[in-house]
């Protein structure tokens, strides 16, 4: 674990969580990290805009006053990648890439602790802004149309009482499976490894508890090779020959909606699934915010996620 207690932690190196960084070093909160998952800044920027793509700073002809410090003006992918390269120089911001957050715990003593996949962080104020383009990852294999309703994602449709097959190795994987457990189901745990390495301490210890007490059954080095609808069932058929009748299937095999990263979090969703803040973009977890496309209150562009980060920063500065 990283024992320094950063002031302000920014999930996600996307415009918004740029623009907060850039923005708390114009104000000098040096104490600042930035955890992103892909390999570079502005991901979806990377990804999803064509190459030579115009980028608009009007876009959709929404007209929007830019009130922070980064200036912004119609340009192309190339040329915004590159604006931002050396604003993220000029003010030393060097995020932390491979670096996915899966959770965000408020402790008992009110300090933030950002999970990712193998670091714990600390943090007084996290600033969430990892934008709208998040899934699941999904199996390579086919999942029949039929039985698409019983394979999930998430333990939004969970009942009681029902055989499940939670798939995974990570902590989203063991919470699933013990808080099933807890909901009075009866659960098999399935990873493609001989042992769990990307699960922390505490997960492992329920683990092992739930196995030896509560009929958790846990299946190491077992890969899944297909999925067959069998009534309104689900038939696994896996790598070491068996097969196996489920009602329901869980996959946690990484990557997340972010209405499931929000609500992992604790923060309040309306009916609507959209994310409930204030005027300041604070969520009902005093010291978490959202920004960006997330805190938009239609379409999202950069020049909106510019001005959150001014905004955010501002706030959590004279606080
Ligand atoms: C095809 C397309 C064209 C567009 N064209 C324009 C345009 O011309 N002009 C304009 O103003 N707007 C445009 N937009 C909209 C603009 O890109 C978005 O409004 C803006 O990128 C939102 O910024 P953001 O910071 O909220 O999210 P994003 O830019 O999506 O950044 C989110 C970042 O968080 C990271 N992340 C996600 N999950 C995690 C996690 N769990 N842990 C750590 N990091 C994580 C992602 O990898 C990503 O880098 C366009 C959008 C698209 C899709």
Redesign the pocket.
Known sequence: MNKEIFDILI?????????CAIEAKIKNIDNILV????D??????RK???DG????????NHIVDIIGNID?FDSTKDDTLKYFENLLAKHNINPLYN????KVIKNSENIFEVY?KTQKFLAKNVII??????KPNKPDYKIPLEIQKIVNFNLDSCTKNENILVIGGGNSAAEYAYSLIDDKNSVTLAYRQKSFSRINETNENILKEYERTKGLNIKLGCDILSLEACETKVNVHFSNKESSIFDRLIYAIGG?T?TD?LKNCGIQIDEYHKAIFDENFETNVKGLFL??????HN???????LN?GFKIIDYISKR
Do not use: C, Q
Request: zero cysteines.
């Open positions: 999930i996600g190196a996307g415009v918004s969580g740029i623009s955890l992103e998952k892909s570079n800044f502005f991901d979806t920027i999803f805009y064509k793509k115009r980028v608009d700073r009007n876009w959709k912004f670096s996915e957050v899966e990712s802004t990892i934008g709208k383009m998040g997340t972010p990263f920004a960006g496309d997330l805190a938009a379409e999202g562009s950069i020049a909106i996620a959150h």
